[in-house]
DNA sequence: ACTCGTTATGCATCCGGATGCATACCATAT
DNA sequence: ATATGGTATGCATCCGGATGCATAACGAGT
């Protein structure tokens, strides 16, 4: 019974004399009607006699009749599946998205397809894989993917949406909260306050977010006729990342210090106070952006900028499940959260 | 083109003209042989002559054929999809196995269907609707589901495995750290550094993890002579809980608090610190279970229990990837992970 | 009773591959 | 040349539903 049939490298068994499900026919047989009746029977605008509809869906519920999502699927081209390619779940802001994002499509009816990436890694030839599921949209969070291939899926009538990146082209939706304006209002912030020697750790080149973060940052410096005291390079949004820029950043003695986002940040207060004995925030004020859970930890208390996932998802799930909301980009507020790491003036 | 039909209570266009994929009969027509050839030609094992296999390979790269896994799984039975059902992703030992549990999955070719359940909430009567979609296996989570429910898969040749849970029914795999083990070797290095006045806060009543680490530290503090000063129960395995929690611990005056895991640990050590002005370890030491990446941040320093995710997940992949593995119970050790809560002796 | 306009049903086919069975092919053995 | 065994192919069907088209049934209007 085994055999060497593969699915993409892997083996598979032909089918072991699995249990056969109850179909529309048995239930057709069991009525003595026709099988496009009863599966007219499942379709809302089905033409059917509500009698019939009555006796079909009775029957269906006593012989155990369920639709096979995989035979409808292969008409429909339809799958109900919505696949969410992320990267960097070491982040606990991506998996707070993906616990928040699965349960709004579980809500909308939909079944979430995890297609994890290696952080960084360019996803775009591997996208095809997934359309051979018949998945229904995409959603990228922390990964990139070419306009091309997003153009390719939406040509073909399924929505890809970007979480928390966006990219230069238009046609390509995207979920953003407004981080030029968060990173502004934490300049200010830090203006106010009375702090004037600030250095900015950045995070990997290329991602959108550390681009508006630092742009939104020096452009209110600027502005208000300050300028950055230094700045720090990091590779990835990592703890480990924080940790190791903040002595770097240390060097040029600032009295405040933005991390471009939250997990950068705490690595980066551990290692000013246990490593340095830096007292936070009356030797050097922290601030950083996303507002994950740890933020609000007592140990950290961090003032940051809270990126409204809820509302991210809320709008992200809304593009993917409402055909008539337009694809575009959507750009939400970020609202600022005063703790403790920020010095009073 | 728009209808109102409905898969699970979500709309769906019918077939908007979507790019027909490129077929086994179209490759087939462009070279003349018939269709069942170029589906065995795709088969391993299937009897096809070496030149004609290669010839059809070729053509099926320039006509970019590629076989279409929901038109197979229809037949076969098989989806190559694996679900992961998972409770609490609020709690980063899960998130980081189902990141690593993706990437192995991936990696033996299998995609993972993510089905995230409420906290504590009973999945029995939504597994049915997997089954819908021919996934191949289950990976059960932090989440509890009926041994008669795992029967039924197993005898349709569905794998199902319970990750860091067991049951007491043999018949259901399952991958779980050797808890008990683990809370007896806590146990120890807590009385070998002298303690005496001991407080187990526990996790979720009914969670297999909870019973075992509990029943591992009181009956190795037995052996020993000891015996727990107190006990507090929690509702959820969650920081907010374990902050609480510690408390309610402190009002029988402990020199050492077990908690059932790292979150809880962390929650209680804040609350500790900045609420009690408790010195740790001074005052108090502190132990958890699980190693979660905080644990080692330097805020914390927490002394636990390391649970090798990467094994854990390792075997898990390997029960439902090896169709040659027993479907036994997995039990592997946990390591000691001596840090900074405990005061030397 | 006789049309006409709806609404219900059924039939046949399609979606894209997998597979049992029969046949055709090929080479070696006799 | 003929029998023999193994390999290649093709045919027909199946997996379970969806759907265009044709027909039947029904209710109303005159």
Chains 1, 2 share one sequence.
Not at 43 to 65: F, H
Not at 177 to 196: F, K, M, P, Q, V
Not at 229 to 236: I, P
Request: overall charge positive; some cysteine.
């Amino acid at each position: 019974m085994r055999s060497k049939w593969k699915i993409w490298g892997l083996k598979v068994l032909r089918d072991g004399g699995r249990k056969r499900d109850v179909t529309s026919r048995d239930v057709a047989r069991a009525l003595g009607v026709s099988q496009s009746m009863v599966s007219r029977a499942f379709d809302p605008a089905g033409r059917v006699s509500k009698e019939n509809r009555a006796r079909i869906m009775r029957a269906a519920e006593t012989l155990g009749y369920v639709p096979n999502v995989i035979a409808r699927s292969l008409s429909t081209r339809r799958s109900g599946i919505v696949a969410i390619v992320i990267g960097g779940m070491d982040n606990p802001f991506y998996t707070d998205m993906l616990d928040q994002t699965a349960a709004a499509l579980d809500a909308a009816g939909y079944k979430s397809l995890l297609f994890r990436v290696p952080a960084g890694q360019d996803v775009d030839d591997q996208l095809p894989a997934l359309r051979q599921y018949n998945v229904d949209a995409l959603i990228v969070a922390s990964a990139s993917i070419s306009s091309r291939i997003a153009e390719e899926w939406q040509r073909d009538d399924r929505r890809v949406v970007l979480f928390n990146r966006s990219v230069p082209d238009q046609s390509v939706p995207s979920v953003t909260c407004d981080n030029e304006t968060g990173a502004r209002e934490l300049a200010d912030l830090l203006i106010d306050r009375g702090h004037s020697r600030l250095v900015f750790v950045a995070g990997p080149q290329g991602t959108s977010t550390n681009r508006e973060r630092e742009a939104g940052f020096i452009r209110r410096l600027m502005e208000r006729g300050c300028s950055l005291a230094g700045r720090v390079d990091t590779t990835s949004y990592s703890f480990a990342e924080g940790y190791r820029a903040a002595a770097e950043a240390l060097s040029v003695k600032p009295d405040a210090v933005f991390f471009a986002n939250d997990v950068l940040a705490l690595g980066g207060i551990d290692r000013l106070r246990y490593d340095f004995g830096v007292k936070i925030p009356s030797d050097i004020s922290v601030v950083g952006f996303d507002d994950i859970p740890m933020a609000g930890w007592p140990a950290y208390n961090l003032t940051t900028i809270r990126q409204p996932i809820d509302e991210m998802v809320r709008v992200t799930v809304e593009l993917i499940t409402d055909h008539d909301a337009p694809p575009t980009r959507r750009i939400v507020p970020g609202q600022l959260v005063s703790r403790g790491t920020v010095r009073l003036a």
